[in-house]
């Protein structure tokens, strides 16, 4: 009867193990799965940061490039509205006199 008691005890610490092994094997295999989709995830967001980013430098490239022509245009225009619908001439600078002269002779 002790044999068997031996034999059942080991049999008992066997399934033991197995039910242990298994569980830990499922274990591994979950922690494999989430590592995964954390990296998928991972590399989704970078990607989205990405989009975002480049989204981002065409827009603020646009709108400074907008900035920076606006005064451009506003000037060019009036002086073009100025030339062609009200007829005046366009300024010319005076031959002959350099920049600063001019104060020169009058002082």
């Known amino acids: 009867m002790h044999q068997r008691l031996d034999k059942i005890a080991y049999e008992n610490g066997i399934r033991t193990a197995e039910v242990r092994e298994a569980a830990l094997r499922a ?6 799965s989430e590592r995964g989709d954390r990296e998928n995830e991972d590399a989704r967001r970078k990607q989205e ?3 975002y980013q480049k989204r981002y430098n065409t827009a603020a490239r646009k709108w400074v490039s907008s900035i920076i022509a606006l005064p451009i245009l506003l000037v060019t225009s009036y002086y073009l509205f100025d030339r062609l619908a009200l007829g005046h001439d366009q300024k010319v600078i005076p031959h002959g006199t350099a ?4 104060d020169d002779k009058k002082a």
């Open 99 to 102: 920049p600063g002269t001019l």
């Open 49 to 51: 940061r990405d989009e």
């Open 27 to 32: 274990a591994r295999i979950r922690r494999a």
